[in-house]
C-alpha cells in the first residue's frame, strides 16, 4: 500500500518510537477562535510573497509567510503561543506563518532546520481556514506516504526526532480548496552543535 491514512478524526497519534512522535488534536482551538484568528491574521498581517534560489534558478515560494519572534509578534500571535505553551509545557519562543491562497500553493517535503532548534523541543502547528492534506514519509527508499487532513483549529505537535528521520509537506491539489493558514510554533535556539558544525561544513 502506498499511502497510509494516518490519523482520523478522533485525534490519533503516530505513537512514540525511536522515530520520534506526530500527535494530531482536532479542535485544540473551538471553532468560533478558528474562524476569528483565520480572518483577522488573513487581514492584518504584512504577508511575504518570496522568492528562493532552487536548483540555480530563482522560483516564487509557492505560498505566502511571515515570521515572528514571538515577544515582538501581534498580540493576537502572543496570546496563541502562551495558550500552546500552557497546553503542551514547552515555551515556544517562534512563529512562522504560511497562508495557502488555493490548492497551487504548498510546501515542499521538508525537515525543519535542526540547527536552529532548541535540541529535543516539539514544533507545533496549528491550522486555521480550510483542510489541507499534510503527508508525511519516513526519510529512507521506498517508505510509504502517511496523511493527515489537518482541520481548522487543530494541533499537530511533530516531536523533534520526527525531524531527523521524516520529511513533511503540504502537496498541491486540484480539487477546489479555500484559503488556509497554519501557524508553527517552534523553540529557537543555537541548535544542536553537531548539526551546525555540518552545515558550516557545507557552506564553506
Ligand atoms: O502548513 C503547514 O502545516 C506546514 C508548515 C511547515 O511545514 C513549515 O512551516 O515548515
Redesign the pocket.
Known sequence: MSQLALFDTAGVVLPEDEYGSFVYTPEWLPPLFAEAWFEELRDTIDWQAQRRLMYDRELDVPRLTAHFELALAPPLLQDAGERLSASVGVAFNSV?L?R?RDGNDS?AP?N?HLDELEPGAPIA?V?LGATRR?TLRRKGKNQPALHAE?EAGSL?LMSYETQLHYT???PKTTEPVGERI?L?FRVKGPGDERLQAIRRRQYR
Open positions: 512562522g504560511n495557502y510546501v521538508h525543519d502547528l491550522s499534510m489537518l499537530l513533511h509537506g503540504i497554519s508553527a
